[in-house]
Each structure stands twice: as C-alpha cells, then as structure tokens.
C-alpha cells in the first residue's frame, strides 16, 4: 500500500482557486493510476482526474474540464490539483488515490483505480457565492 498525505484545502468564494497537493511515501512512476476524487454530503464519491504515469494522460470529469490540472512532480513525490473558476458545486471532501495494483490506460481514464486502492485522508474544498 501507498501512503499517501493530503494538504491545501480551505474556503473561497466562487471564482477562486485552490491547488491541493498529495504527498506519496512511493515513486509516483512506479504507480500504474492516480487520482483525485471529491464527495460531497449526500452523492457518491466521483472521479475528478486521473493520471496513468507512465503514459502522463490527464484525465477529467466533464465538469471539471478547463478549470481542473492535475500534475505530478516525480522528484518530491508529489501530485497537485490546480483548481481554477471554483463553484459552489465544486465543494466536497477530496481525496487523492492510488492504484495498488495495474491498471490499464483504459481502467485509469474512467477512474477505475481496481479493488485495491489507497486513499488519502481527505481534505475539504469549500466554494461560497
């Protein structure tokens, strides 16, 4: 399993940006997916980016396009969610995740990070009007 620690979180009003970053205890290219995933009280968890390594494809939920990057940088470890043009609709916990065993490109691209999957502890995104 991965470590994985989340920082960056906070409130901001609607137009506003945030970059959330999560800290691996693995090389990142030794990672088959990794992801970000928000849930907001009373939906299901949904996928918001993913990123197959080896490949370095983003992936995005419609939503999101435009407005969300997700980076890796290798050397500290460290994958970010540049989140630009915020929404109200954007408020949720977030997590980022990463795939304990391989995943396809394919599997990575529709957040399917497999039965074996590590989390982060989540931090929350507020968006205010």
């Known amino acids: 399993q991965v470590s994985l620690v989340e920082s960056g979180g906070g409130s901001v009003q609607a137009g506003g940006s945030l970059t959330l970053s999560c800290s691996t205890s693995?090389?990142?290219?030794?990672?088959?997916?990794v992801g970000w995933f928000r849930q907001s009280a009373g939906k299901e968890r949904e996928g918001v980016a993913a990123i197959a390594p080896g490949i370095d494809i983003s992936h995005y939920v419609d939503s999101v396009k435009g407005r969300f990057t997700f980076y890796l940088d290798n050397a500290k470890k460290t994958m970010y969610l540049q989140m630009n043009s915020l929404k109200p609709e954007d408020t949720a916990m977030y997590y980022c995740?990463?795939?304990?065993?391989?995943?396809?490109?394919?599997?990575?691209?529709?957040?399917?990070?497999?039965?074996?999957?590590?989390w982060g502890q989540g931090t929350q995104v507020t968006v205010s009007t």
């Open positions: 693995v090389d990142i290219s030794s990672i088959s997916c």
């Open positions: 995740a990463a795939a304990d065993l391989f995943r396809s490109q394919n599997s990575c691209g529709r957040f399917d990070l497999g039965s074996r999957v590590s």
